[in-house]
């Protein structure tokens, strides 16, 4: 068996045991493990399926449990972060009927890095703020995530030594998490076996801190306080996983989650996080590779990743997701998706007839969102290759629905959780109607058995005035969605 076979097959054991009621090993005393009186039972209907999120993990050296498993009573640093998650679940997320597993397939290699910047705090630290993003943590997050890139699905961890300030000294932060991101499912948490911000039954703190981060990258904030927009509610009891989303209706110390949680958690970008069946074979995720350096002020110009979600089957729509490294200003952006729908040259036109700067040839659609008014405001045009040119068509509401999105930050410590707007995020959902009617031909089976090439470009202005732009990825990609 390979390495990462075994703690997958134990998992399901475990989490076909835990349906059965029956008992996981007791591991040795002194081991973390989330024992029978936390597990706790489904709060949904019985025909309401199980899901299975995947956690992609990484890991910084210098990390104790990570240099040196044995510390937690395991073999390898990759049973130390499985089994994390799996208690976590099982302690937690089985309310929503949600399963914690590893990932599977040809590409599940762990990330184990190395410490980007010691110049403050030890190896595996990592400078953090509350109310912004630290260039080491954004660094981290994208390294991790490119880590995993060539698999789409599930969220993405990294357990690292401790969180510091900047200036070297403790942060109260214990995990972190970017809420309401498809293309940045991402979390950090702290080793906090060993650097608890809080006394007591410490072996429990990481996976609790671990369940509540899963829980705002699902798309959860806390139900208490601010119309559960802000997460104010504050840390009761660190000791006994309380406090997971501070659900509605539950008090401010309870880990119980409610239904409405769980729809929430269950829902936003269902196939990202709970791929059904071959569903993640049809999801495309497409770096934007170049390594621009824009200006702080206009890096909702600078694009991080396109992808694809192939939902024609189940929903009628191709999913375009476009991801930005910053926040929509009041100057107007143009978010541009270039297709060439039967990947031919010889069909379509050249994307410079509608973009100065585009070198794709063939392009059947031009789809345009833009975004001004620091995002309160958009508006999506289709325009079709025609012997003439690319002309604009009106087109019915319906066929194609676009959506701004606000990714955040949220900061755990052991008093408060505070969100920060990150980064923003513009979903397109074409549908099949404008697929074909917009398509040179008219003919296209929609099967993209010939591939399907695309490329985003934005273009807007900077905060000097200059003209800037970005391409996603940087040379137009051929995917295969089938
Ligand atoms: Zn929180």
Redesign the pocket.
Known sequence: MTRNTYPFIRFWICAMAFLLSSNCDTPPPGCPHCSDDLQLPSILPEEVPFRVLQVKWNALNGAPSIDDPSLLCEESFGEVLLNRHLRAGLCNWTQCKILLGPVIGSTTNFGLFDDPDLSVGEAGDVVVNNTALTPELEELAILCDNHWNAQPTGATGLAVRSFVNADGTDSPINGI?FANSGTRPFFAIGDLEFFPNALGDVHRNTERVLA??L??VLGL??ANGDDGVA?NSGFLDFNDFGNL?SGAGSSASSRTLEGEQCDIARTRYANLFFPLADMQNRIVSLLDEGGERFAAADKSVDLYKTMVFNRLSEAGALTVLIGTNGLFTERKNDYWVLLDLDNNVQTGLHGGRIIPGSDQQGVDLALQVEVGDSGKRSNTSLYKAEGSGFQPHSHPREWVRTGLFTSEM?V?SEKE?TGTPVFQEIEINLSREALVRFSDTGQVDLSFANGLKLQTISVGTAANGEKVMDKSPERPQTIFLQ
């Open positions: 998490a509540h981060e829980g705002h904030c806390h997460c989303m949220f755990s959780c």
